[in-house]
T-cell receptor, first 115, second 116 residues
Framework: DAGVIQSPRHEVTEMGQEVTLRCKPI?????LFWYRQTMMRGLELLIY????????DSGMPEDRFSAKMPNASFSTLKIQPSEPRDSAVYFC?????????????FGEGSWLTVV | AQSVSQHNHHVILSEAASLELGCNYS??????LFWYVQYPGQHLQLLLK????DPLVKGIKGFEAEFIKSKFSFNLRKPSVQWSDTAEYFC??????????????WGLGTSLGVNP
């Protein structure tokens, strides 16, 4: 089975540009998570969705960040405008509610560098 | 706020040495516990998990972890590490908060380096 698929794998962009990260969760999973990983702060939960509905976005750092999940098989995380401090690895993850549904499966990450 | 503490931020061992990585959490109710591993340049993968039953959990690659409820701990162990175990290790705790929402909180990770 295909795992969580993220794109792009790597992106280098200039400060001020819009960045869009994409995620396709595992088919049948009803929870989707966006995480950010940096050396300084470790792994941070940004937002998560249940059945395409945002449940908790308290981890979104500021208004420049937005996330959408228009359907069960696709989600985007957008940063506009991007800043150098947004440079990080962004992970998308998904999980199924049912037992043993507590296991979260991660994508390979999108490595973002803002210069 | 609930928290997960991983006491060792960086650990360096020689091959064949024994490993124990500490993980403590603060939530007093029912929890599910996880250890994830991230090899250099790769994504996070599940190493092992505890839901209920035997508090000694065995995972992949010879890892195990013991849930000690009285100590709020879930330490990761391996009797003899290999160079290929060089990675970041993350402890995570899943619980339901007062609003009956499922929460998953993470430790900051432990960076393990194994010298050949």
């Amino acid at each position: 089975d295909a795992g969580v698929i993220q794109s792009p794998r790597h992106e280098v962009t200039e400060m001020g540009q819009e960045v869009t990260l994409r995620c396709k969760p595992i088919s049948g999973h009803d929870y989707l998570f966006w995480y950010r990983q940096t050396m300084m702060r470790g792994l941070e939960l940004l937002i998560y969705f249940n059945n395409n509905v945002p449940i908790d976005d308290s981890g979104m750092p500021e208004d420049r960040f937005s996330a959408k999940m228009p359907n069960a098989s696709f989600s985007t995380l957008k940063i506009q405008p991007s800043e150098p401090r947004d440079s990080a690895v962004y992970f998308c993850a998904s999980r199924h509610q049912g037992f043993p549904g507590n296991t979260i499966y991660f994508g390979e990450g999108s490595w973002l560098t803002v210069v | 706020a609930q928290s997960v503490s991983q006491h060792n931020h960086h650990v360096i061992l020689s091959e064949a040495a024994s490993l124990e990585l500490g993980c403590n959490y603060s939530y007093g109710g029912t929890v599910n516990l996880f250890w994830y591993v991230q090899y250099p340049g790769q994504h996070l993968q599940l190493l092992l998990k505890y839901f209920s039953g035997d508090p000694l959990v065995k995972g992949i690659k010879g890892f195990e972890a013991e849930f000690i409820k009285s100590k709020f701990s879930f330490n990761l162990r391996k009797p003899s590490v290999q160079w290929s175990d060089t990675a970041e290790y993350f402890c995570a705790v899943n619980y339901y908060n007062a609003g009956n929402n499922r929460k998953l909180i993470w430790g900051l990770g432990t960076s393990l380096g194994v010298n050949p």
